[in-house]
C-alpha cells in the first residue's frame, strides 16, 4: 500500500516537473516565433521613410523633416529638409561607424564611441538609437511574461534579455500586438535596471503587405518634458537604392 | 618684581625651555593650519565664485531648476532691459553675462578627416568687453600657456590638455559641434588663439572659452544668455550684502508666474556653498577651541612636572615667610612671561610659514590626474590679520590656565609638616 502511494507520487512529481519543462520552452518557443514575426514588419531589405521628428521643448516645439535610406542592418543615410537651420545636413552610417555632414561649416565629422549616445538635434533619441537597425531576434532572448490590453489591443509582454554584448540596452520589455505583430509599446533598460527610455508605438497601417507604426513617441526618462514624435509620413520597403547614397561622397553632394 | 622674574627664567633654563617650546609648537600649528585652512577654503570660493557661481546670479526659474544640465532651451531672455534694471538697482556690482554649454570639438587633419574628438565644456564670457573685466577676473592672461587671448569672432581659447588631447595646437581650426538654444545643431568653425591653464585639472582637460557674441550667434541666443553674474566691484564676498539683494530683487518678481521669470541666487544658494560657507566660519573657531583644550592639558601637565620639581624650592619660601598667595602670583606672572615668549615665538613662525605657503603653495596636480572635481591645483595658506592673534591669545591663556591649575597645589602645603619635608 505505502510502495503504491510512493510510486504514485513519483509520477506525480515526474509529471509536474515535465510539464514545468515543455511549458518553459514553449513559452521561450513562442516568444522567439513572436519576435521573428515582429522582425518581419519592422525590418526590411531596404527602406525609404520620409519623417517628421517633433521635438517637444518647455518653451516651443520643433519639426524636423527628413528622408532616410537604410539597407540592411550596416548601411543607413538620412538627409534633413527643414527647418532651414536643419535643411542640408546629412548623416551617414556604415557598419559602426556615423558621419554627419554640416552645410554650415561644409565638414564631415565622424562620431564615435560615448558621442553616439549624444541627443540628435536635442530629441529623445540618441546616434546610437537612430543607428539600430539589427534584428530584435539577433541580439535578445525572449520570454513572454504576461498578457495585457493596451487601446483596447491584446498585446503578448515580451521580456527580451541582451545575447551580444554591444547591444545598446541591456534589457527590454516589449507589448507586442498579438494579431498584427508590432509592437505597441517598449521599455529599455541599463545594465542596473534603470528605466532609460520609453516609446509608444500608434496609428498601425498596413504598408505593402506588413503591419507598421506610423507613429512613435520616445521619451527619455532621464529628461523632462513629452518626450518626441516621430511620425511617418511616407514609407516604400525593399526598394532598390543606388550604391552612391551610402559613401561618404554623397553627404557634400 | 617683573624683571626679577624675568632674570629667574633666563637664568633657571629648565624653568623656561620646555614651556616656551611647547607653546611656540602649538602657537604655531594653530596658526599654520589656520591660514593653510582658509588659504585651501578660501580659494575654493574664491574659484567658484569666479568661475561658477559669481557673488549673486540670475537666471531664469526654469533654468535653476535644472542648472546642472546647462539648460539654454530655458535661457533668460531680453537681457538687455534686465542689464537696465540690475546696473540701476546694484551699481556697486558688475554685471556679465555668461553662456555655458556642452558639444564636441572635432579637431581636422590636413584632408578634413577627425584627428581628435572630445565632448567640450563650452564657457562663453564677454571677452571683448573693455568694461566686463572677466579676462582679469579668470585670469586669462597669466594662464595662458601658448598663443594669445581671442581678438576677433571665430577665435576660441582651449585648455592646454584638452588641446594635446586633440593633438591641436595654436592657430589650427576646430569644429564644434552642439545644439542651439531651440535644439537645432549648432556648427562652428574656430580657430586657437591660445591654449590655457587654468589651474583646475577638469577645466585643462575639457573646457574651451569663446566670446560671448560668437556663442549668442552659434546657439541662436539673439538678446538672450544662460546667466548673469554680479561681482562686487570690489571683487569681495559680502555675505550679508548678497542676501539683501537677493531678497530686494526676487521680491519684485515674486507675483509673477512665468516659469522664464528672473531669480536672484548668492554664492551661498549654488553649488552647495551655503554649508562650505558656514563651515570656513566655524573651521577657525573649533581649532581654537581645539587648541585651548588641549594646550591646557599639555601646560597642565608640565605646570604640574614643573611644580614637582619646584617642590622643594616652594618649601623653603614658604618656610621663609612667604606667602602661598604671593609664590601664586609669581608662579602666574611666571606663566604669563613664559606665554607671551612662546606664543610671540610660534606666532612669528607660524607666519613666516603661512607667507612662504600663500607664495609657493603645495603642487598637488600630480595627485588630480582623473579629478572632474573643480580645485586648484595648487593648495595655498592665506594670510589674514585674524592669524597674529587667532594662536598668540590661546597660547598665553593655555599656559596661564595650565599653571593656574597646576599651582593650586601650592595651597595645600601645611605649614607644620614643611621642616619635616624639608629634613629629606
Known sequence: MILTLKIFKMKYIIAIFFTIIFALQLSAQDATEILEKVDDNMNSETSITKSDMIIYGRRNSRTVTSVGYAEGKNKSFSEYLAPAREKGTKMLKLEDNLWIYSPSTDRTIQLSGHMLKQSVMGSDLSYEDMMENRKLTEMYDSEVIGEELIDGRNTWVLQLTAKVVDASYESRKIWVDTERYVPLREELFAKSGQLLKKTELKEVKKIDGRWYPTKMNYKDMLKDGKGTDFVVLEIEFDTEIPAYIFSKAALKK | ?424
Open chain 2, 1 to 424: 618684581m617683573i624683571r626679577f622674574i624675568f632674570k629667574a627664567i633666563l637664568r633657571d633654563k629648565n624653568r623656561s625651555v620646555l614651556p616656551v617650546t611647547v607653546v611656540a609648537i602649538g602657537v604655531f600649528l594653530t596658526i599654520a593650519l589656520s591660514g593653510y585652512l582658509s588659504g585651501m577654503l578660501g580659494d575654493m570660493i574664491d574659484q567658484t565664485a569666479r568661475f561658477q557661481t559669481g557673488h549673486v546670479k540670475v537666471m531664469s526659474r526654469a533654468y535653476a531648476e535644472n542648472i546642472d544640465q546647462m539648460p539654454n532651451d530655458l535661457a533668460l531672455m531680453d537681457i538687455e532691459a534686465l542689464h537696465e534694471e540690475l546696473n540701476r538697482d546694484f551699481p556697486n556690482y558688475t554685471w556679465v553675462n555668461r553662456i555655458n554649454f556642452g558639444g564636441i570639438i572635432d579637431a581636422p587633419n590636413e584632408n578634413e578627416q577627425s584627428k581628435g574628438q572630445g565632448a567640450a565644456m563650452g564657457m562663453a564670457i564677454e571677452l571683448f568687453s573693455k568694461t566686463s573685466g572677466e579676462t582679469e577676473r579668470l585670469n586669462l592672461e597669466n594662464s595662458l600657456v601658448d598663443g594669445r587671448l581671442p581678438q576677433k569672432s571665430g577665435e576660441v581659447l582651449i585648455g592646454y590638455e584638452f588641446a594635446e588631447k586633440l593633438g591641436a595646437k595654436v592657430g589650427d581650426e576646430l569644429t564644434f559641434m552642439g545644439s542651439t538654444m531651440y535644439g537645432s545643431m549648432a556648427f562652428a568653425s574656430f580657430e586657437i588663439s591660445g591654449t590655457v591653464r587654468f589651474g583646475v585639472m577638469a577645466m585643462d582637460k575639457g573646457t574651451v572659452i569663446i566670446d560671448f557674441s560668437d556663442a549668442q550667434r552659434i546657439l541662436d541666443m539673439e538678446d538672450a544668455t544662460g546667466e548673469i553674474m554680479g561681482f562686487r566691484k570690489e571683487e569681495v564676498f559680502m555675505q550679508d550684502e548678497v542676501i539683501e539683494m537677493r531678497e530686494n530683487f526676487n521680491a519684485k518678481y515674486a507675483n509673477d508666474s512665468d516659469e522664464f521669470a528672473p531669480i536672484m541666487k548668492t554664492l551661498g544658494e549654488q553649488n552647495s556653498m551655503g554649508s562650505y560657507l558656514d563651515l570656513v566660519d566655524s573651521v577657525s573657531a573649533m581649532f581654537v577651541i581645539i587648541f585651548v583644550l588641549v594646550m591646557s592639558i599639555v601646560l597642565w601637565n608640565t605646570g604640574l612636572i614643573g611644580g614637582l620639581r619646584r617642590y622643594q624650592e616652594f618649601g623653603i619660601r614658604l618656610a621663609l615667610g612667604e606667602e602661598k598667595g604671593h609664590i601664586y602670583r609669581t608662579m602666574i606672572f611666571e606663566a604669563v612671561i613664559i606665554g607671551i615668549i612662546g606664543s610671540v615665538i610660534g606666532t612669528a613662525l607660524g607666519i613666516i610659514v603661512t607667507l612662504l605657503m600663500q607664495k609657493y603653495g603645495i603642487d598637488i596636480s600630480g595627485m588630480m590626474k582623473d579629478a572632474t572635481m573643480m580645485m586648484p591645483s595648487t593648495l595655498r595658506s592665506k594670510f589674514s590679520p585674524q592669524l597674529l592673534y587667532i594662536g598668540f591669545i590661546p597660547g598665553l591663556f593655555a599656559m596661564v590656565i595650565g599653571n593656574m591649575l597646576s599651582g593650586i597645589g601650592i595651597y595645600k602645603r601645611e605649614t607644620a609638616t614643611l621642616f619635616k619635608e624639608l629634613e629629606v
